[in-house]
């Protein structure tokens, strides 16, 4: 590709925000014209932010808007955006220290030049004050989409409100139309032409189709048909519907016709390297499109391509790793039976071709298995350093409870069928310490967050099989998880610890109550951040004061690393990000016995 006319410039840098580096760029988002840019940020790695708007000649203007949370940023035109506010907070509580329930989130609009204090309220759901809108703009910007859903559920409710052409110059609440208005699958709106509005469904297909649904008849024409793969992400150029499907977890990209599209049309493929596609832009009125591709060993590859010509994907550039050879590392994919035979559990392997294949080598199993999310291959500065100094091996588990496989994966291993998400894992341990490369003494396990309690519970359930245990920002205390910030929302995954019901569920696997006198537990890391508002601190200093506890001499030693100025993760400058990767792999390396390699 020929290079740019003129020099890159930046228009903006994230880490000059602040003087310590913790304030993170959260969400960002141009106007029609691209006259003017949103963006939205956090302090402290708290999940409060603070929308703040600047020209395309970089120059910033005066109004910031407060109390934003869980919020994406919908431009109208280039007079104001919509975004989800929540009520303040008490006076004298600190953002990012509360626990009090995250609730009565509502859309607002902003419109420049204005006082933030005097928004309009667009639309709230005063009778569900634990339900969350989320806002889009149609492209025409004629129609405001609202996204409804009930915590972490993977279903959610579409109401659509016309926007008045008088709108920019008064803006006022707005009557909805309850498009889809029962919990009958998840739509993502994709964009429209006219009244033909398109989504991606899991209604009648748990691995995702195309749809059109007329406004407001919501008279409903199927486009593209489920696939025996997963409908990854979806997006829309001029007239042209990329599709990104999960096959074996791997990306692969396809392209669609709009125009005359029904189920039996026939998309185009793109040939991309093996991996994951982290991103993909486009704009509904332009063709070009471009993406970038990673793996566990690629850092990330970026393509341009034009739509009206799909034979062009052209290179735009390869981020590069000093010292890095993508060729020094294999990576395979295995598939582990589960517990109960019942399904084959997806794990990459990548191995360093210098270590020896016949003796135990320090190894890592990575896992996170809930809420639908899956565990595509990324690359990982730490992890790398981890395979080429330390001597190690990485393994990533796609347990049930993630979206490798659709609804039926993800409700395989939620709720009541939790359990299934540790003895995934825990297979995917003894597959890894019955080879000649790894043993139990040699295996160090790790997750964050939901995947916290996943090494937690495991380490309880098989002390035996590992021989060290990292817990991020990990979700600990099963029994009262619901009742700070943002916890209720994953009920979803979890249930109700209210409910009998539920509550006989988590009783098997809370970490914290789960822990037994005189058993020898692994030597166990926590990790959390004094900031942390979605996963409060507590839950990891719960654990670790009760391992503690309950063996002081036995097992261990049981050790807490809390950030000051730190959260769930975002807002973390470098030099934080770095000096917790150095004391995580420390202690990996310390009780694992791998030695660093030049």
């Given at each position: 590709m020929s290079a740019p006319e003129k020099d890159e410039e930046v228009f903006l840098d994230p880490n000059t925000l602040s003087e310590d580096g913790t304030t993170a760029l959260r969400a960002a988002s141009w106007s029609e014209t691209d006259k003017y840019f949103a963006y939205a940020v956090s302090e402290k790695g708290s999940d409060w932010c603070q929308i703040r708007i600047m020209g395309a000649d970089k120059v910033h203007l005066t109004e910031q808007v407060d109390w934003v949370k869980f919020s994406g940023i919908a431009w109208y035109k280039d007079s104001g955006?919509?975004?989800?506010?929540?009520?303040?907070?008490?006076?004298?509580?600190?953002?990012?220290?509360?626990?009090?329930?995250?609730?009565?989130?509502?859309?607002?609009?902003?419109?420049?030049?204005?006082?933030?204090?005097?928004?309009?309220?667009?639309?709230?759901?005063?009778?569900?004050?634990?339900?969350?809108?989320?806002?889009?703009?149609?492209?025409?910007?004629?129609?405001?989409?609202v996204s409804v859903t009930d915590g972490c559920e993977p279903k959610n409710l579409v109401w659509v409100a016309d926007i008045p052409a008088d709108f920019a110059t008064t803006p006022r609440a707005l009557d909805t139309c309850k498009l889809i208005n029962t919990w009958e699958g998840e739509y993502d709106f994709l964009g429209n032409d006219g009244a033909h509005m398109y989504f991606a469904t899991t209604k009648d297909a748990p691995r995702k189709k195309i749809v059109a649904i007329e406004y407001p008849t919501a008279t409903v024409t199927d486009l593209v048909s489920e696939r025996d793969s997963v409908l990854n992400h979806v997006t829309i150029a001029k007239d042209k519907l990329l599709l990104s499907y999960l096959e074996h977890v791997k990306d692969v990209l396809y392209v669609h016709n709009i125009e005359g599209l029904t189920p039996a049309s026939v998309p185009t493929k793109i040939e991309l390297p093996v991996g994951t596609i982290t991103s993909i832009s486009t704009c509904r009125d332009k063709t070009l499109v471009s993406l970038k591709v990673t793996s566990f060993t690629l850092p990330g590859r970026s393509y341009t391509f034009d739509v009206t010509d799909l034979t062009n994907l052209t290179k735009?550039?390869?981020?590069?790793?000093?010292?890095?050879?993508?060729?020094?590392?294999?990576?395979?994919?295995?598939?582990?039976?589960?517990?109960?035979?019942?399904?084959?559990?997806?794990?990459?392997?990548?191995?360093?071709?210098?270590?020896?294949?016949?003796?135990?080598?320090?190894?890592?199993?990575?896992?996170?298995?809930?809420?639908?999310?899956?565990?595509?291959?990324?690359?990982?500065?730490?992890?790398?350093?981890?395979?080429?100094?330390?001597?190690?091996?990485?393994?990533?588990?796609?347990?049930?409870?993630?979206?490798?496989?659709?609804?039926?994966?993800?409700?395989?291993?939620?709720?009541?069928?939790?359990?299934?998400?540790?003895?995934?894992?825990?297979?995917?341990?003894?597959?890894?310490?019955?080879q000649p490369y790894c043993s139990p003494e040699r295996l160090a396990i790790m997750g964050g967050s939901n995947g916290g309690l996943l090494v937690a519970a495991c380490a309880n359930m098989a002390p035996e099989q590992f021989g060290a245990v990292v817990a991020q920002v990990g979700v600990l205390d099963m029994y009262k998880f619901h009742k700070f910030t943002i916890g209720h929302a994953w009920r979803s995954d979890y249930?109700?610890?209210?409910?009998?019901?539920?509550?006989?569920?988590?009783?098997?696997?809370?970490?914290?109550?789960?822990?037994?006198?005189?058993?020898?537990?692994?030597?166990?890391?926590?990790?959390?951040?004094?900031?942390?508002?979605?996963?409060?601190?507590?839950?990891?200093?719960?654990?670790?004061?009760?391992?503690?506890?309950?063996?002081?001499?036995?097992?261990?030693?049981?050790?807490?690393?809390?950030?000051?100025s730190g959260g769930h993760g975002a807002g973390k400058p470098t030099s934080k990000v770095i000096a917790e990767s150095a004391d995580t792999y420390a202690f990996i390396a310390r009780y694992l016995k791998a030695e660093w390699k030049e």
């Open positions: 955006f919509f975004y989800v506010r929540f009520p303040p907070l008490k006076e004298g509580q600190q953002k990012g220290k509360e626990t009090d329930e995250a609730v009565n989130g509502a859309v607002y609009y902003h419109a420049l030049g204005t006082d933030p204090t005097t928004d309009t309220r667009i639309v709230d759901i005063p009778d569900q004050p634990k339900h969350m809108p989320q806002p889009t703009v149609s492209d025409c910007h004629k129609y405001l989409i735009f550039r390869d981020d590069v790793v000093e010292g890095l050879n993508p060729d020094d590392f294999e990576t395979t994919q295995v598939f582990v039976p589960s517990e109960d035979g019942s399904v084959q559990i997806p794990m990459f392997i990548v191995t360093p071709n210098s270590l020896p294949k016949d003796q135990p080598n320090p190894t890592l199993l990575y896992g996170y298995g809930g809420f639908n999310i899956s565990l595509t291959p990324s690359f990982s500065p730490s992890r790398l350093v981890f395979m080429k100094n330390l001597g190690g091996i990485f393994a990533c588990a796609n347990i049930r409870g993630g979206g490798e496989y659709g609804e039926a994966w993800h409700n395989g291993g939620r709720k009541a069928n939790k359990t299934n998400c540790f003895t995934d894992f825990i297979q995917c341990a003894k597959y890894l310490n019955a249930g109700d610890p209210d409910v009998e019901e539920d509550f006989k569920v988590v009783q098997t696997y809370s970490p914290i109550h789960n822990v037994k006198k005189g058993t020898k537990y692994p030597p166990i890391l926590v990790v959390t951040g004094d900031h942390d508002d979605r996963v409060v601190p507590l839950h990891s200093l719960k654990y670790i004061a009760t391992l503690q506890d309950a063996n002081p001499e036995v097992g261990g030693p049981f050790m807490a690393r809390v950030e000051t």
